[in-house]
């Protein structure tokens, strides 16, 4: 019988997906000094565009230059000339040369900005809907280190954010005049568009602060800004933070998803996590202790259950999942499930970028269509010192060694092995 993964998906806005299977976002921390893309965009990107992919999502390109999440994210210009479009008409055509549709993840980083990535200045605050600071971790060091790495935010005024809606419609223009096939709204892991929609980092009391209707508004009014300037046939997806357990929580983010949808949005992506706490990594903690022993590869996904509950009430949008796939029976029992009509998978893509031929490949068992990979362990400094922070970015700096691997042609590898 063939695998329900080789279904074709159709969005609203009449953009064909061949198959139920992305290459979901990845840092790949490539981008030239001036955060353009380059030719190591160009290669790893052909790679996976030759892998049988149904959608391919870029990593994070920042909206604002001047305001980057690492140092090496591509940004889409502010002023460009014709040699800047040439590179990322370049990055378009390379990535969908095969025929898959490629979708720019564009975000502002919010507070969790390092200090000096971008150019707005070493001491300069970065900016958020409130003066929160950042705090990854509980002990002294893990603190000072925060403090140090991320500039405590200033919090945003009105003209900043009419500034911010600007540059991410903006940004959706010159993407789509570049060739690419959509943008996915990057709405999650705790950068600018999340920290608006959460209650514990939006304190507001204006118009974009309180209810979830209201912290829902700026991302509302950029997804109706972007479509007013993009092609009718051109994707807008979003991707949105699974809610916490609490019923609180989960009603504000059904709220907030209605009005995604009546906005208009073409998909919504699942996932999860924030710098303080990288659930997009580890996954979401069982409600029950005893769960985790009996989730078998049918129950591989981090982020299921609450993507089943988002079916249940929205059972017409266009859903992907992301997070913990690592098997075709795993992907399949989500489709199976009704779960989601898409299946994001990102780190297997970075060790394999024809994994998603693998799944696809009727002549290849279940038994050999999946990937197994250990947590990436931090450095013996970070463990001796039970630093947090230190450690954070070990698996996010293996898998962007492994893509810079793809662009160079050379070998990619499983961690540990």
Same mark, same amino acid.
């Given at each position: 019988?063939?695998?329900?993964?080789?279904?074709?998906?159709?969005?609203?806005?009449?953009?064909?997906?061949?198959?139920?299977?992305?290459?979901?976002?990845?840092?790949?921390?490539?981008?030239?000094?001036?955060?353009?893309?380059?030719?190591?965009?160009?290669?790893?990107?052909?790679?996976?565009?030759?892998?049988?992919?149904?959608?391919?999502?870029?990593?994070?390109?920042?909206?604002?230059?001047?305001?980057?999440?690492?140092?090496?994210?591509?940004?889409?210009?502010?002023?460009?000339?014709?040699?800047?479009?040439?590179?990322?008409?370049?990055?378009?055509?390379?990535?969908?040369?095969?025929?898959?549709?490629?979708?720019?993840?564009?975000?502002?980083?919010?507070?969790?900005?390092?200090?000096?990535?971008?150019?707005?200045?070493?001491?300069?605050?970065?900016?958020?809907?409130?003066?929160?600071?950042?705090?990854?971790?509980?002990?002294?060091?893990?603190?000072?280190?925060?403090?140090?790495?991320?500039?405590?935010?200033?919090?945003?005024?009105?003209?900043?954010?009419?500034?911010?809606?600007?540059?991410?419609?903006?940004?959706?223009?010159?993407?789509?005049?570049?060739?690419?096939?959509?943008?996915?709204?990057?709405?999650?892991?705790?950068?600018?568009?999340?920290?608006?929609?959460?209650?514990?980092?939006?304190?507001?009391?204006?118009?974009?602060?309180?209810?979830?209707?209201?912290?829902?508004?700026?991302?509302?009014?950029?997804?109706?800004?972007?479509?007013?300037?993009?092609?009718?046939?051109?994707?807008?997806?979003?991707?949105?933070?699974?809610?916490?357990?609490?019923?609180?929580?989960?009603?504000?983010?059904?709220?907030?998803?209605?009005?995604?949808?009546?906005?208009?949005?073409?998909?919504?992506?699942?996932?999860?996590?924030?710098?303080?706490?990288?659930?997009?990594?580890?996954?979401?903690?069982?409600?029950?202790?005893?769960?985790?022993?009996?989730?078998?590869?049918?129950?591989?996904?981090?982020?299921?259950?609450?993507?089943?509950?988002?079916?249940?009430?929205? &059972?017409? #949008?266009?859903?992907? @999942?992301?997070?913990?796939?690592?098997?075709? =029976? *795993? +992907? !399949?029992?989500?489709?199976?499930?009704?779960?989601?009509?898409?299946?994001?998978?990102?780190?297997?893509?970075?060790?394999?970028?024809?994994?998603?031929?693998?799944?696809?490949?009727?002549?290849?068992?279940?038994?050999?269509?999946?990937?197994?990979?250990?947590?990436?362990? &931090?450095? #013996?400094?970070?463990? @001796?010192?039970?630093?947090?922070?230190?450690? =954070? *970015? +070990? !698996?996010?700096?293996?898998?962007?060694?492994?893509?810079?691997?793809?662009?160079?042609?050379?070998?990619?590898?499983?961690?540990?092995?």
């Amino acid at each position: 019988m063939p695998s329900p993964l080789n279904d074709a998906v159709k969005l609203p806005c009449g953009l064909v997906f061949p198959n139920r299977l992305s290459k979901a976002a990845m840092a790949e921390n490539l981008a030239t000094s001036d955060s353009n893309p380059n030719e190591d965009f160009n290669l790893a990107y052909s790679k996976w565009s030759d892998g049988r992919w149904g959608m391919i999502i870029t990593g994070n390109v920042q909206v604002d230059v001047n305001h980057l999440g690492n140092f090496k994210d591509p940004a889409v210009p502010a002023d460009y000339d014709a040699n800047c479009s040439t590179l990322w008409k370049a990055y378009a055509e390379a990535s969908q040369k095969h025929g898959t549709p490629t979708i720019v993840q564009i975000a502002h980083p919010g507070r969790q900005s390092l200090r000096g990535a971008g150019r707005r200045g070493l001491f300069a605050p970065t900016i958020a809907p409130s003066a929160i600071p950042l705090s990854i971790g509980t002990n002294f060091l893990d603190s000072v280190i925060t403090s140090l790495a991320f500039p405590k935010p200033r919090e945003m005024d009105q003209k900043d954010i009419h500034n911010v809606i600007h540059l991410f419609v903006d940004s959706a223009r010159f993407i789509a005049e570049s060739g690419f096939s959509g943008i996915e709204l990057h709405a999650a892991h705790g950068y600018l568009l999340d920290q608006f929609i959460n209650p514990k980092t939006n304190l507001r009391t204006d118009a974009y602060g309180g209810s979830a209707e209201n912290r829902a508004k700026l991302l509302v009014e950029i997804i109706k800004g972007c479509r007013e300037v993009v092609p009718a046939t051109f994707c807008i997806g979003v991707k949105l933070n699974s809610a916490d357990h609490s019923a609180l929580s989960l009603e504000d983010t059904m709220t907030q998803i209605r009005l995604l949808v009546e906005s208009g949005i073409d998909f919504l992506e699942v996932s999860g996590g924030t710098y303080e706490n990288p659930r997009m990594v580890a996954g979401d903690k069982p409600a029950v202790a005893e769960m985790k022993s009996t989730r078998t590869a049918a129950r591989e996904a981090f982020f299921l259950d609450f993507a089943k509950e988002t079916r249940k009430r929205f &059972p017409n #949008l266009v859903l992907m @999942l992301t997070g913990g796939f690592r098997s075709r =029976a *795993g +992907a !399949e029992a989500a489709i199976k499930e009704n779960a989601c009509d898409l299946v994001g998978i990102a780190r297997p893509a970075a060790v394999n970028p024809r994994f998603a031929e693998l799944l696809l490949d009727e002549d290849t068992s279940d038994e050999d269509a999946q990937i197994s990979l250990d947590r990436v362990k &931090p450095g #013996l400094l970070p463990r @001796l010192l039970r630093s947090r922070i230190l450690g =954070a *970015g +070990a !698996e996010t700096t293996f898998y962007a060694d492994q893509i810079h691997r793809l662009a160079k042609g050379l070998p990619t590898a499983a961690p540990g092995r």
